[in-house]
């Protein structure tokens, strides 16, 4: 079957580059880690087999994509240095916040205003947050900064950490 990559692409309006190459990075990092712990949930969550299995399997997938992308972030921030204010900014925005925004989520409701109305990925996030424990939203947090505490050399446990990094970043 011949596919128009053409036709895909006037259908995909590109995300916006984050402020350096490490700061798309460390976003990207952020995505997988989320999407992959909401459906190792739904995988427990739902009682159709086939469709906890596609799950399951689903979030082994992103485990591997978070892989990826924390290597990546590492291997960047070792030859660029000065782009971790940039990182630290990103972890700040997404590890801190009272809502859990996935980042598909905030880049396409800024780029496309017809999205609104429609169901996104934050519906997905918020079903999951619905049946999880109250505590899931902290614990992924939690899981969000030590995997990027390790990219970044530093421990992002407590909100006052990720600020004091962000400090030193910029003296
Ligand atoms: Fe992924």
Redesign the pocket.
């Known amino acids: 079957m011949h596919i128009d990559q053409a036709r895909i692409e006037a259908l995909r309006e590109p995300y916006e580059r984050g402020i350096t190459p490490s700061a798309t990075l460390a976003t990207n990092v952020i995505?997988?880690i989320i999407?992959n712990t909401a459906y190792r949930a739904l995988a427990a969550w739902v009682r159709e087999p086939v469709l906890s299995d596609l799950f399951l399997r689903a979030s082994r997938?992103?485990a591997g994509?978070a892989r990826e992308f924390l290597f990546y972030l590492k291997r960047r921030l070792n030859t660029h240095p000065h782009e971790l204010t940039s990182v630290l900014e990103r972890i700040h925005f997404y590890a801190t916040s009272s809502r859990l925004n996935h980042p598909v989520g905030v880049y396409k409701h800024q780029l496309v205003e017809e999205m609104r109305g429609y169901e996104t990925v934050d519906d997905v996030i918020d079903v999951y947050l619905r049946f999880s424990p109250p505590d899931e939203q902290d614990r992924l947090q939690a899981k969000l900064r030590r995997a990027l505490g390790s990219a970044v050399g530093r421990d992002l446990t407590r909100n006052s950490d990720i600020r004091q990094a962000l400090a030193d970043s910029m003296a």
Request: hydrophobic share 15%; net charge negative; glycine share 0%.
């Open positions: 995505s997988e999407v997938d992103e994509h």
